[in-house]
């Protein structure tokens, strides 16, 4: 059996990042069958991209990376930095109920962690917001964030298939390296409750980032029921990130933040004062197209998973 070449298109950037190109892939799928001899299983089906570039325009090395590929895997450093990220977070909040517990006060270092939980959703919208924004891959300490979410944009389904560590692994080290002098230095329960939950929360962002990405039958069924309670992000209200106009729905956390910060155009208010004030434009004002969606999970991918 053969099916029909697929084609579509993507955005790619040429090596000075702009502008924009277009680039036509054209994907063959077809089952394997006895005249050929399959890798693994038969009627596996095989994925063959063809990279058909239009004259005149600059080659690029920007494609997605394939399943298994191992820069969707996690390494040890990953998960050194995920641990010691943990570490620093679950010893903030032990300081804060052994903290509570001594000076016998729990409401406040409770309304502390629930105010830490609703800035960590703020604040991830607004460093979501830039990276998607602003800079780019030679950006000093963001650039490889930037470039990640670039990519995120293009093929939006790769998030799903990288590793746990692999996916918070960044936010890990800078949670690390933020916490970390906070728990050695401050024995204030309501500091220590605020600061280990809204950095616990803003390193697990990319976990409910990823978890937003899930098909409901495939989540654990917890995460189905918190995100449908709103306590984490939800897979309609990210989804809507994901489309037209491209400039909504930055919050991964609980998305709590989400509509206030979008009707009342509380980013598009401040990326009109960033570019009078230093003259920078947005991405999201001329880049972003219907092509950052137009690579999605096809059924061969998922097939040759
Ligand atoms: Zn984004
Ligand atoms: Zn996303």
Known sequence: MSILPQHSHYLTRSPTHNPWHRKRIICSATTTTTTAKPKSSPNQLSFEPQFVAPPNLV???????????????????????????????LVSLGKAIVGAGHSHIWLEPMLAGYIGYVFADLGSGV??????????????????QIEAFQ????????????????????????????VLPVDLVCNDPIVNAFVGVCSGCIMFSQQFHAWAHGTKSKLPPIVVAMQDAGLLVSRSQHGAHHRQPYNNNYCIVSGFWNEFLDENKVFEALEMALYFKVGVRPRSWSEPTTDWTGETETGSQVAVK
């Open 59 to 89: 080659a690029s090395t920007s494609t997605p990376p394939v399943l298994n590929d191992p820069s969707l895997q996690s390494t040890w450093s990953h998960r050194n930095w995920v641990a010691t990220g943990c570490a620093t977070v």
């Open 127 to 144: 460093y979501h917001w830039g990276i998607d924004n602003y800079g780019d891959g030679l950006t000093p300490f963001f650039g490889n």
């Open 151 to 178: 990519g995120h944009h293009k093929w939006p389904w790769i998030i799903t298939r990288r590793q746990f560590a692999n996916n918070l692994h960044a936010l890990a080290r800078a949670v690390a390296f933020f």
